[in-house]
């Protein structure tokens, strides 16, 4: 199974029942990548995953999954659930134990690319601790503090949902000034270099455009201020 980008919303509760910390109180936003100790019922989707919903309750894992097939009438994404007894091996129980919210931004093949906010560096390394405790390995990808920003919302883009060609067109493209409003560079000028048609590019910009704007399809408190 390929791996995809992944909008999750997941939902845990504490032990003994207790409500998690609010998001007031969460001021690092960490990303980890993950390889499991084990299987997965995810690892068998026919198609591409392109959404979770995970629930952590009584002991069982409930999941919703978006998975995406190529049919003759396009792409169509079905949603399928399954409940299971929580596995030994499973990343996403850590997380609940200190009250936190895990969302799988990627899945891959015997592994997660997850994330969730906590309030400081201490419950980083406790998560990462006990995720070792259960998995092969797991690597910090980033910590980002959320003070830094006005509004604490983030929005993840998964590159690896792109082609080779499709990053490489963005890439020489945003080089080139194409995305700067202050720079006017010619598609067909920046397609002579790359050695390839006008047309060639301009669907490859097209289709990375818009697998990006898939990914930002979220909401956003920001856009409520007033101007």
Not at 54 to 75: A, M, N, P, S, Y
Not at 127 to 141: A, G, M, T
Request: proline content about 5%; glycine content about 6%; some cysteine.
């Amino acid at each position: 199974m390929s791996g995809a980008p992944q909008l999750a919303r997941d939902e845990t509760t504490t032990e003994a029942g207790e409500e998690p910390p609010s998001m007031e109180n969460r001021r690092l936003r960490v990303e980890l990548e993950i390889e499991r100790g084990g299987p997965c019922t995810m690892d068998y989707a026919d198609g591409n995953i392109v959404d979770i919903d995970v629930r952590f309750d009584d002991g069982d894992c409930q999941c919703d999954i978006g998975v995406q097939k190529q049919t003759e009438d396009g792409e169509q994404t079905e949603t399928k659930y399954f409940s299971n007894s929580i596995c030994d091996h499973c990343p996403g129980i850590v997380f609940v134990k200190y009250g936190c919210i895990p969302r799988y931004l990627r899945i891959g093949d015997g592994s997660f690319v997850m994330e969730t906010y906590v309030p400081d560096t201490e419950t980083v390394s406790s998560i990462v601790s006990d995720v070792r405790e259960r998995c092969n390995r797991v690597v910090v990808r980033s910590i980002t503090s959320t003070e830094r920003l006005e509004y604490p919302e983030t929005c993840t883009i998964d590159v690896s949902a792109l082609t080779p060609k499709q990053r490489e067109a963005v890439h020489r493209a945003k080089q080139a000034g194409y995305y700067d409003p202050d720079t006017k560079v010619p598609l067909e000028e920046l397609a002579t270099e790359m050695s390839i048609s006008k047309s060639a590019l301009s669907q490859r910009l097209q289709r990375a455009e818009a697998n990006v704007i898939r990914q930002l399809s979220c909401g956003c408190d920001c856009w409520n201020e007033e101007r």
